[in-house]
């Protein structure tokens, strides 16, 4: 590190000289200490390539085996320091997921709270993708078979589209679904 500063970088306050990840097995994994330290070898290695230096502790002080993985922040062969965001971090745990399962690991769900973008907030995105694509789908058919705002209205209850237009905006709302927000016409961006 003093040798990156000297060549290339000034030391700047709060400066990161290190990170440090958790890599975590469940017991029943049945992962024997060198088994969980080699996965973690695999893992740094797939995400860093192998200019980065980092050290791995396997630790099997508790029932689950973990790791603690050191990474020097500093390129020992660029001298730059390591950049991550978000994105890398996904890319890190999926890759740590992916070689555990070549092992047979059980993937530990991590809780939701902690992750900005979790598989359940993915799942209820998507279902609010498909409400709208299907009220479209039915607006536009009734845009199309309709003679009257009556007949539209009636034809969309048929079709299980509840249309409400006794407020400022008009809104829709597929009755026997999971949608459980109104959504506004003018969100759908249709013309």
């Not at 092992?103 to 900005?116: D, N, S, T």
């Not at 998507?126 to 007949?151: C, G, P, V």
């Amino acid at each position: 590190r003093t040798m990156a500063n000297a060549l290339k970088n000034k030391p700047q306050k709060n400066e990161r000289f290190g990170y440090h990840f958790v890599q975590s097995f469940s017991p029943d994994d049945h992962l024997t200490p060198e088994q969980v330290h080699e996965i973690g070898c695999k893992t740094m290695k797939e995400y860093l390539g192998s200019s980065a230096e980092f050290i791995i502790a396997t630790h099997t002080d508790k029932p689950h085996l973990h790791n603690h993985i050191v990474l020097n922040a500093t390129d020992p062969l660029t001298l730059n320091k390591f950049q991550q965001n978000k994105n890398d971090l996904e890319r890190l745990k999926e890759i740590s997921d992916n070689i555990s399962k070549e092992y047979g690991c059980k993937i530990i769900v991590r809780p939701e709270q902690k992750l900005g973008n979790s598989h359940k907030n993915y799942l209820v995105y998507l279902a609010q993708i498909s409400y709208r694509k299907e009220i479209k789908n039915k607006l536009e058919f009734l845009m199309n078979h309709s003679h009257t705002w009556e007949d539209f209205k009636e034809k969309a209850s048929a079709l299980n589209l509840k249309v409400d237009d006794t407020k400022k905006y008009t809104t829709y709302l597929l009755e026997g679904s999971e949608q459980t927000k109104k959504i506004r016409d003018r969100s759908l961006k249709n013309d």
